[in-house]
């Protein structure tokens, strides 16, 4: 009887995987070209704020505010012309938010500074954002694929190898983060202050996001279930 009930198990875990690896080949299908292109598309942006960064701390601020207010207002107002749907609201209150926390910080003192520190840590998680945005098209494909074909169960389970699948990411770029908080401020700057207190941030980012990975997976969910 033993023997048998440790066969089930075996035979049930044996299935799990499989059905688990033929879902995730399916998503990725899907996600890899998203996360491939979204990436590309971010670093010409990466990139300029990296260069930027070593000229001087204003310069920093500057294409900071430039790329993360101006430019982060009209892509949200943009958004909200393009459909009128939920996700329009929903995807310019999304830019919006980075373009208020800018704002936001450029009240505190030391403002070139603070807006530069946060500009780095932005860009580290808009980045990263990347990635489960890829996610987001994959489970709102694979989500209407089998709902339309009928089968309810592997919808759910789709869902459920995407959450994990992007958690996993965001536990991996969490650890980096938190591995490299005193250095990969460096790469964006050369002014010790602007390196401190971004450093002092690195803990915030890394739970921002591992948040952040998650978040879109759902949100991609829910605007294709409403």
């Not at 003192?109 to 780095?120: F, H, L, R, T």
């Amino acid at each position: 009887m033993a023997k048998d009930v440790m066969f089930s198990l075996i035979e049930r875990k044996s299935l799990l995987v499989d059905k688990s690896w033929n879902e995730s080949k399916k998503m990725w299908h899907i996600a890899g070209p998203a996360i491939l292109a979204g990436v590309c598309q971010f670093l010409i942006g990466f990139v300029t704020v990296a260069f930027v960064g070593h000229l001087g701390d204003t310069e920093l601020a500057a294409v900071s505010v430039v790329q993360n207010v101006i430019e982060g207002f009209v892509f949200g107002f943009m958004m909200y012309l393009h459909g009128r749907l939920v996700i329009s609201p929903v995807g310019c209150l999304e830019m919006w938010y980075f373009t208020a926390i800018i704002i936001l910080v450029g009240c505190l003192k030391n403002p070139e500074i603070a807006v530069d520190a946060m500009s780095i840590c932005m860009n580290l998680e808009l980045w990263a954002v990347m990635v489960a945005l890829g996610f987001n098209a994959a489970v709102s494909v694979r989500v209407s694929n089998e709902l339309g074909a009928g089968n309810p169960k592997a919808a759910k389970f789709s869902v459920g190898v995407a959450v994990c699948t992007a958690a996993l990411f965001g536990i991996l770029f969490m650890i980096a983060v938190l591995a490299t908080k005193d250095n990969f401020p460096k790469l964006f700057t050369t002014e010790p202050i602007v390196v401190h207190e971004t450093s002092k941030l690195g803990y915030f980012l890394a739970a921002t996001i591992l948040a952040s990975s998650v978040q879109p997976v759902l949100h991609g969910i829910f605007l294709f279930l409403y």
